[in-house]
């Protein structure tokens, strides 16, 4: 099995540690001082100092997870990735499984519902116009288009910084003509053949989702022997596939897929152990708000009833150096946020 390495053992602040104590994650606000290094399904915790003892593939992941991330750049907007952003989930279909139906019928009201997310804070809005709820039917890519092009127009015009949540070629590239900035693909580009010469072309920044069956719709339950490790292995052997291809590594961004094909265990696991994503070398974008675990946990609380767990997931995740939070309710998060960086900002100067 390939050696893996989870960052562990996260410190308040770097002053109260020599330099070759603690690493920084991926030039963010967080600090850590140890790894869990998993190798052979055996977990053992290796000081961050000793790291170089672990070999040359150690060496890499270290370089990979301390490295400052490059800024997405989204037309005008320049996002940079040193504390992390919330992206507003938008959906414009009538099956959605939170939001259905709200927006579907009124690219103007849709429109407006984007801008006040942005204007409470989110660094850009997420828009689907198919949903990939298990069981869903799937969407005509004229209808999609149909769907989320008016929408895009509308924010593009506003200066909202967009992206495109599909499967589908045509409807990125439809998009991305529209002003939408960022593809976000549930199914890592390989749903459509033709998705990754169009976001290759259009040179644009890519969320790559681990799907377990990204062709059948990404809801195909498998046994995991170890889900973190072979989710990562996933995502790597995705990244170095669209690398090669010819997107550049700078412009991509990783989803552990939370919800799909995995089950409560398997989603606690993920997030549990999300910082071992950085070993991948590129931002991490968490979707757990409203998601079905919240459910699992609380009493099969609905959907509309998930503000507090989508809190919660969305602050684990920035406790471990999650860049992007892709979430429903924007400015309860936002606000959940900017609170948790007062603590790090206060802890940093020694309070």
Known sequence: MTLHLRPVQFVDTPVTHPDDMVARIAGGMQWFAAYEAIEDGVRRTVPVADVAGLGARALALHAAITAPRAPLRLG?????????????????????????GRHG???????????????AGAALVDLGGE????????????????????VVERLARSGTPVSIDTRKAAVMAAALAAGAHLVNDVSALLWDERALDVVARAGCPVVLMHSPDPKAGGHGRIAYRDVLTEVFDWLEARIAAVVAAGIERSRILVDPGIGFGKSLADNLALINGIALFHGLGCPIMLGASRKRMIGALDNEAPVDARLGGSLALALKGAEAGVQVLRVHDVAATVQALKVWRGLRDRALVGG
């Open 76 to 100: 005008e907007r320049i996002l940079r990735l040193d504390q992390p952003l919330v992206a507003g989930i938008l959906n414009v279909t009538p099956d959605s499984f939170s939001d259905g």
């Open 131 to 150: 949903s990939t709820r298990p069981g869903a039917a799937s969407v005509w890519e004229g209808d999609e288009i149909a769907r989320v092009v008016p």
């Open 105 to 119: 019928d009124d690219p103007a009201a849709a429109a407006a519902a984007g801008v006040d997310m942005a204007a």
